[in-house]
């Protein structure tokens, strides 16, 4: 369903993606993992025809660039964070973009109560949660049925319950035969929604495995997600790398990976450089893994 | 709370809309946003405001009767027109892309089965009809209150100014375009676009006379020069279509008019033209290769 065939996208002189290749088959669902920077968002956006790229991008074997209209007819996109008119109203943007899809509006009714923002439609969508948004572009994404789900980091600004909320609603997508690419710094979130993982490490894709084997590979670990003040996450980058940890950024704050014996340890290092943590969860591959076995076991 | 299932259908392919229900719909999305919003509604008071009080203080001043009152009050239409209008489209121009993808609404926008060329045609397209109403609105105010206090007016006259006043917009949001789309950011696209703005209406003028005097312009290159201008195409083409004498112009205009007749309308024409198709098809080309983030 998507080809993407030695893919190069330079952002001036730094190769944000580098010789990519992958395929997408029908009913698919794909991950793409990586650290901040590795280059996820990049080749989704190349996908989308946003930016311009050298190698070749199809979907339904519709050039992603050339035919980047036709291609995208068969893409349903939910980006990080819906960025939208606000003074717009529910019902009037998802009117608006059913018209630009070339869905008819009796379409639009179904698409909302489908995603639970039904009782919504008459508010303005500066009035939706951030959940809400998400859920509207969901709705949006939906509008004619594409065979094709893009979904880019759209649990990132969400708070727990949020995530819950919309992890479920897209977990019951995944299984529909729609395609999905998608790209996430949530081990969780991976093992309850892909098939397949793909890692980008500086725009390179280093490894293509099954999401079990993936999860499986982590081992006994687990990613502290700390929530933290924009104004200080790149002073707890410096200080926990200072530390000896990986850490990297995503969309309310800081990941790093730890081990069983150091969960604690990264809460000593912000202490002890004056660094305020706001909330943390600890998500264990453990639970990942076992999630993602029972998931594939449930496909066979 | 969510909905228990969602079954998709997977429909088979359906054709992509067409370009100009694309151009409509974006257009219209653009119309409705530029006349619920608040610069919009501020130039369009200002405008009307404005062109009111030039109407009376004419009226006054022509005693209730004769064309001369509409004379004068055409003069300051048109000086009315010339401030206030490249202001109004130069800016909402220059403001529709920029802030847009700022907004990261472009991108969200291109990733949906749309091109890049029907969203600056929408686009354009959409505040060119706001623009429309706005100076309908003005004008329109203007002729009833001069048809009020018994201007004798001529239709005509008012049509002329009406129609060069829209291509004068046309022009000017076309140039708000470029620069829109070579801006990274919607607050440097909108000082630029004020700084094109005192360019236009204030420097060239100033720039044209100092020119002329101290490098000996021939009058038909001054005339040349003042054709760059669309500021002074409009002017000049006002002032013509009116039947008013191209004389106030000085040297140039009446070198024009000797020199062109009734071949300036044709010339005047074809400067506008080149105002509004080049720097629309520059923006379109610009944004089709730079990167909508």
Redesign the interface.
């Known amino acids: 369903m998507i080809t993407i065939h030695n893919v190069t996208m330079h952002f001036g002189r730094t190769p944000a993606v580098a010789d990519a290749s992958l395929d997408i088959a029908a009913g698919d669902s794909l991950a793409l993992w990586g650290t901040n920077g590795a280059g996820k968002t990049t080749l989704i956006r190349c996908v989308l025809g946003l930016l311009r790229y050298q190698g070749t991008i199809t979907v339904a074997g519709h050039d992603a660039w050339s035919d980047g209209k036709s291609a995208r007819l068969l893409v349903g996109y939910v980006p990080q964070e819906l960025s939208f008119y606000d003074d717009l109203g529910v019902g009037e943007a998802i009117a608006y973009f059913s018209r630009l899809k070339g869905v008819r509006t009796v379409a639009v009714a179904p698409a909302l109560d489908s995603v639970g923002l039904a009782d919504h439609a008459r508010k303005r969508v500066r009035e939706l949660s951030g959940g809400m948004k998400q859920r509207l572009a969901l709705a949006i994404a939906l509008l004619g049925d594409p065979p094709v789900l893009v979904l880019d980091e759209v649990t990132a600004s969400l708070d727990a319950v949020g995530r819950e909320e919309f992890v479920a609603l897209l977990e019951r997508l995944s299984g529909s035969g729609r395609t999905m690419l998608f790209a996430s710094h949530r081990i969780e979130e991976v093992a309850a929604l892909a098939r397949r993982v793909a890692t980008l490490e500086k725009g390179r894709i280093v490894g293509i495995e099954a999401c079990s084997q993936f999860v499986a590979k982590l081992g006994r670990g687990a990613v502290l997600h700390l929530h933290m003040a924009p104004r200080v996450r790149e002073r707890a980058l410096n200080s926990l790398r200072q530390g000896g940890f990986v850490p990297s950024l995503n969309g309310v704050g800081v990941l790093v990976p730890v081990t069983p014996e150091q969960k604690a340890a990264p809460f000593r290092v912000l202490a002890d450089a004056r660094i305020p943590v706001d909330d943390f969860e600890l998500v264990s591959f453990a639970h990942a893994a076992a999630m993602a076995a029972h998931r594939e076991e449930a496909r066979s | 709370?969510?909905?228990p299932?969602?079954?998709?259908?997977?429909?088979p392919?359906?054709?992509?809309?067409s370009l100009v229900?694309?151009v409509a719909?974006?257009a219209r999305?653009e119309l409705r946003?530029a006349i619920?919003s608040r610069w919009f509604l501020l130039y369009t008071v200002a405008f009307v405001v404005l062109g009111l009080a030039v109407s009376f203080v004419s009226a006054a001043g022509a005693g209730g009767t004769g064309l001369s009152g509409f004379g004068r009050t055409t003069a300051g239409l048109i000086n009315l027109v010339l401030l206030v209008v490249p202001l109004m489209a130069l800016t909402a121009g220059a403001s529709s892309i920029a802030s847009d993808r700022e907004?990261?609404?472009l991108?969200?926008?291109?990733?949906?089965?749309?091109?890049r060329a029907e969203v600056v045609w929408g686009k354009y397209l959409g505040l060119a009809a706001s623009l429309f109403a706005s100076l309908t609105l003005g004008l329109g105010a203007c002729a009833i209150i001069l048809a009020w206090k018994g201007v004798r007016t001529s239709p005509a006259s008012i049509l002329w100014l009406a129609g060069l006043s829209m291509l004068l917009a046309m022009g000017m949001l076309s140039l708000g375009f470029l620069i829109s789309v070579l801006a990274r950011r919607a607050s440097v696209a909108v000082g630029t676009a004020i700084f094109v703005w005192l360019s236009l209406v204030f420097v060239s003028d100033l720039a044209l006379m100092a020119g002329a005097v101290a490098l000996r312009l021939r009058i038909e290159r001054l005339f040349a020069l003042s054709c760059a201008n669309p500021l002074q195409v409009f002017k000049m083409w006002s002032l013509h279509a009116v039947d008013a004498s191209l004389d106030v112009l000085g040297p140039a205009g009446l070198y024009a008019a000797e020199e062109y007749g009734r071949s300036l309308h044709a010339i005047f024409a074809g400067c506008m033209i080149v105002w509004i198709v080049i720097p629309l098809l520059a923006a379109a080309l610009l944004l089709a290769?730079r990167?909508?983030?």
């Open positions: 709370m969510i909905a299932t969602l079954v998709p259908h997977l429909h392919p359906r054709t992509a809309p229900s694309n719909v974006i999305r946003d619920r907004r990261g609404m991108a969200y926008l291109l990733a949906q089965p749309v091109t290769r990167s909508p983030l």
